[in-house]
Each structure stands twice: as structure tokens, then as C-alpha cells.
DNA sequence: TAGCTACCCTAATACAATTAGACAAATGCT
DNA sequence: AGCATTTGTCTAATTGTATTAGGGTAGCTA
């Protein structure tokens, strides 16, 4: 039989492809295997099991949305930043759901450190600094962005907006606005003493 | 062969005890089938497909919280509520990690109807009743909370908050005092002018 | 060009989901 | 109690996914 031109890459890259179409956890090796015109034991040349294909879909999806954002907060500071910064996860779960879904798949502690994720922290730590908040609630601050703009995205994407007349974009706007304010108003914690 | 005693509710109670055990993801219909010590397919004088049996885990769960959440927030207003809610969501999923991931599954328009989602949005609503939002900012600030509380027990969950020294607990209250903040002096829409 | 390695195949196993059909247990009617 | 019906469980069989073992060849390498 011919050789069939297969890597990690490329089963990675089609696995991806078959999640934004049929949803992160429908993907199956033996789609993506049927999906290349290969057999499902040959997957096992490149992969060790089914696993690692939904880690490296998750890894590709998790280093896609750093560089996006990195490229989007480029040259924006303050409110700029953080509009900019959500949007990219927003506008990325939107143009690849199966793909967002991935980037929440639960990597374990090493691969996870290795991953793209540590970027997403260092980048809204980075936008923070325009906020100009102590420690300990940068950290706080950082936590807060990260656990809005996933639940914000995967409430959406499951739905639970459409019930609601209110537009989903506007209410997005407003959630920005709010944490906005909030992070620019907030208390700051006393500084010590003299 | 002796009735084993088998129901759908049996059947549920049995995957949501699995679910905790080894996560939602992993219940399977045969896993429930085996410690009920019954044959795979006696599960199908039950329930349809395997799919109703995630479905009836997810609307325990959603009702179990809606239970909890409306006997934390009687008798409370304003942060004390926001903070009974709040907690009642992240207790639920240190206490029952399956079933709360469980409660996240997609269920479809008129099954999510019918569930006890809605009373979560109503609880939200009336919570925010003592912050005296303006509509639309009500319903944006429902979808906040929720985006919030969700965003943050899954990440939780996910481990995202292990690698940094931070203590969780801390962090939630600080975005919990944070939200507080935020509502209570969020800029009002301009009332319409005379 | 002989051989090595990598890659793809067929064959086979195990487990999950599901359907069909047999049969006994519970239920209910008379 | 006696009989019919319904219900709950089983065995047998099918399909699809994940995976291992082992064979054969394509294409590089010496």
C-alpha cells in the first residue's frame, strides 16, 4: 500500500477540523482516520492512543488563541486591551467551538505547564498592569477575567442567552464595561502603615 | 429471573454517584449497569439511550443546586445573598464534581425549559433586586453572575489555580466582593430625560 | 543494491450501545 | 384461585470505537 503521507500534525489538524464540525467530544479516531482514508490501526503510528489527539487538539487550540491574543493586545493598553483581549476568546469560540471546547480539555500538570495556557495568565497579568493593582489581587484580578470571559463564552455557546430577548453582544459590552469599572474602582487593599 | 427493583430515578441516583466518583465524562450506561448487577441491556426498559440518562443526571443536578441555592439565599439580600448563591454553586461542585459537570451538559430547548435552569436566572434576578439595576443592565447583570460563578468553579475544578501560591478561597472572595462592588456602584443608564 | 526503518495494512480482542426476541414475575380482572 | 396482560430481565447478536500483534512494502541509507 502507498504511503499516506501521515503525521501527528496532520491528524491533529484534521481532528481539529472535525470538532469546529461535529463538536470536541464526537471526535473520534476512527472519524478522523476514516476522514484521511486510513485505517484505525494506523493512527497508532503517529499517536498512542485517542487521548493524545484530544490533548494535541487542545494544545492547537490553546496556542492559537495566545498568539491571537497576543497579536490583538499589540499597541492596546487599559479598557483597549481588555475589550481586545476577551473578544479574541469570544471571536474564537465563535469561528471554532469544537476548538474552544478542546482548549478546556483537562491537560494534566506537565503537558498543561508546557502548553500555551501560562501565556493566557502572563497576558492578562500583562493587560492588568494598566490597572495598577497590589498584589495579592492582581492574582485575584487575573482569576476573575479568566473565570468571566470562559463562563461568559460557554454559557453562550450552550445557549442559556438565547432564552433572553437581550442580545448577547450588548450584554457582552456591558460585562466589559462593568469589569472595567470594577478594576479601575476597586478599593485598593491598604498600603502598609508607616 | 428475580425483579431487581430497577427505575429510571434508580438509575439516576447510580450514575450521579458514579459521576462523582469517576466523572461525568466517564459514566457509562454499562458502568451503571454493572454495580446495579443487572445486564446492559435491562437498561433500555428504562430509559431510551445512554444520552437520557446523562440528561436526567444533569436536570438532578441543576435541581439539587436550584434546592440548595433557594434555601441559602431565604432571608438574605443584597452581598450576603450574592455571596449564599455564589458559594451555594462552588460548595455544589467541591461536594458533587460529576454532577455539577453534569449540569453543564446540553440539553436541548425544551428539556432546558422544563428544567430547573430557569429558577437559577429567576434566583439571580431576585438577588439583584436589592442592587436596583435598571433593565437591561438586570438581565446583563444575570448573565454576568452566571458567567462569574461558572467561569470560576470550572476553572477551579480544572486545576487552572493550583500553579499559583494564591489561595482560592481568598480569590473568590475577592471576586465576590469585586462583582458586589461593581453592582452596587455601577454607572446607572441615564434615566430618561425629561 | 542490501538492508533498515517507518508506515500502512489485515486480523483479532475488548468494551460500550443498542435491538430482537424469549420467558418469568408481577398485576389485575373475573 | 385462575388466567391474561404487562413489565422487567435475560441471552444472543450487531455495530462502532480503541487497541495490540504481526505482516509486508516504500523509500531512505550505507
Known amino acids: 500500500m502507498a504511503r499516506a503521507g501521515i503525521n501527528a500534525a496532520r491528524l491533529t489538524q484534521t481532528a481539529a477540523e472535525l470538532a469546529d464540525e461535529i463538536g470536541f467530544d464526537q471526535v473520534t479516531g476512527s472519524a478522523v482516520a476514516r476522514r484521511l482514508g486510513i485505517k484505525d490501526p494506523s493512527l497508532y503510528a503517529h499517536i498512542a492512543n485517542a487521548r493524545e489527539l484530544k490533548v494535541r487538539v487542545a494544545l492547537l487550540a490553546l496556542e492559537e488563541m495566545a498568539d491571537q491574543a497576543a ?19 469570544r471571536d474564537y469560540a465563535k469561528k471554532h467551538p469544537g476548538r ?17 495556557g501560562p501565556r493566557h495568565a502572563e497576558m492578562t497579568r500583562a493587560l492588568l498592569r ?23 463564552v460557554s454559557l453562550e455557546m450552550a445557549g442559556s442567552f438565547r432564552h433572553t430577548p437581550r442580545d448577547a453582544d450588548a450584554s457582552w459590552a456591558w460585562t466589559l464595561d462593568t469589569l472595567d469599572f470594577a478594576l479601575r474602582n476597586h478599593p485598593r487593599r491598604d498600603s502598609p502603615q508607616a
Chains 1, 2 share one sequence.
Open 71 to 89: 497579536a490583538a493586545l499589540a499597541g492596546r493598553a487599559g479598557k483597549d486591551a481588555l475589550v481586545a483581549l476577551a473578544n479574541t476568546y
Open 100 to 116: 474552544y471546547t478542546a482548549s478546556r480539555f483537562e491537560l494534566d500538570a506537565q503537558t498543561a505547564a508546557a502548553s500555551a
Open 130 to 152: 494598566g490597572y495598577d493593582l497590589p498584589e495579592p489581587d492582581q492574582t485575584d484580578a487575573v482569576r476573575l477575567l479568566g473565570s468571566t470571559f470562559h463562563g461568559y
